[in-house]
Structures are given as C-alpha cells and as structure tokens.
C-alpha cells in the first residue's frame, strides 16, 4: 500500500525568505500523481501545484515550485519570498494512475513571521 | 471561478441520528468523492462516485454511510446513525471530465456528534 510521510511538523519562516517542505512517499507504481494542498485557518483544501510522475520537469506555479525525485521518492515544495497568506497546513498527497483516492501526508503547518 | 461548496458548514448532531451533507460540485465536473479529517490526523478518503454508482470506497465507508446525487448539482453524504468517532471534518472534491484530472475541494462541514 502507497505511504506518503511529512517529517516536519511544524516549519517557519521569516517574510521574503524561502522555504522547503519535505514529503516522501512510497509506492510500488511507476505511474502516478503527486500534490501540495493548502489548508489555511478557513479549513478549505485549496491546490498548491500538480506533478505527473512521468514528467521529468519539475512542476512550477508563481512562487510556488517543487523538487521531484522519483527515484529517491521524494517530493518537496519550495515556497520563494514568503507571504502572510501563505500560512497554513501543507499536505502532500499522492494519486495512484489507477484509482481515484488520494492518499495523505500528515501536514507541515508554516508560520510566517513578519 | 467555479468552486464545490458544501452546506452545512457545522452540524451538531445526537449519537444515534442520522445526518445528511450537501455538497454541490463544480458544474462540468463528473467525478465526485468525500474525503474526512477527523481531528488531528491525516485526510482520509470516504468514496468517490462516476455515471451515478460509486467507483471506489474504502474501509470507513461501510452500511452507515451512502452517497447519491439527487438531481443535477447536489451530492450527499449520508450517515444513518451516527457514532461518536464520526466526529470529523467532511470534505467533498469534485473532478473533470476523466479520472487523473486534479480534485478540487469544498470548504468541508465540520461534524460534531454528542
């Protein structure tokens, strides 16, 4: 069965500066998607960014990129000149190609400090 | 932009009593699925619903739970007789037109059983 694992349960990060969250996963599959959630204080899981397993190029939205390594299973997200707004929960999830349930990471809240 | 709501946004409710929660997807969509955050662990998937039957569900998902599409926009989450642990946040997602396109959110209802 697919795993997903966020090791950082907590991050900050000072406004303007840059910041990594870590998630891996594990799976036996070779196709499959991977995503980055926002959960801010309102509840609602909002799309951060999408990475098909098959392309090599690393998926990239505004300041908002990742690192996809398929090899090592790891898949972070980088977060360039942070915003007050970008505090929340951060979960990573992962999609099998075959069936439709995403599968959850545990989450990183981010604190921003002005 | 077009986003799934959900209706309640918190329902208290009595051990034992059954509980209906609405969800009204992204209008084109034809995937559905209900997703749970109970509090302090990670989302978990419920079901998910193609061409009016579910096409997967998981564990949790047993006789109390039922799902339906009443008409053209609604999508509910039934549970017949609530328990305590069914206390969680309920989030409904919608998706396109085939199965790999990316799930989108509504803001959840939080359910609380007594």
């Known amino acids: 069965a697919q795993t997903v694992t966020q090791s950082q349960p907590e991050m900050s990060v000072q406004e303007a500066e840059t910041v990594t969250l870590s998630c891996t996963y594990d799976t036996s599959e070779s196709d499959y998607y991977l995503f980055w959630y926002k959960q801010p204080p309102s509840r609602q899981m909002i799309l951060v960014i999408r990475q098909e397993a098959y392309k090599q190029q690393n998926a990239t939205e505004n300041r908002f990129s990742v690192n996809f390594q398929k090899a090592a299973k790891s898949f972070s997200l980088k977060i360039s000149d942070s915003q007050l707004g970008d505090a929340a929960m951060y979960f990573c999830a992962y999609r099998s190609w075959s069936n439709y349930q995403l599968i959850w990471g545990a989450g990183t809240k981010l604190i921003i400090k002005p | 932009e077009p986003e799934v709501t959900q209706t309640p946004s918190h329902q208290v409710t009595q051990m034992g009593q059954e509980v209906i929660l609405r969800c009204v997807p992204i209008?084109?969509?034809?995937?559905f699925y209900w997703y749970r955050q109970i509090l302090g662990q990670k989302v978990e998937f419920l079901v998910s619903?193609?061409?009016?039957?579910?096409?997967?569900k998981s564990e949790i998902f047993d006789d109390q739970f039922s799902v339906e599409r009443p008409d053209g926009s609604n999508f509910t989450l039934k549970i017949r007789s609530t328990k305590l642990e069914d206390s969680a946040m309920y989030f409904c997602?919608?998706?396109?037109?085939?199965?790999?396109?990316?799930?989108?959110f509504g803001p959840g209802t939080r359910l609380t059983v007594l």
């Open positions: 997602a919608s998706s396109g037109a085939t199965a790999t396109d990316t799930q989108y």
């Open positions: 619903f193609y061409n009016n039957e579910i096409s997967e």
């Open positions: 209008s084109n969509h034809l995937y």
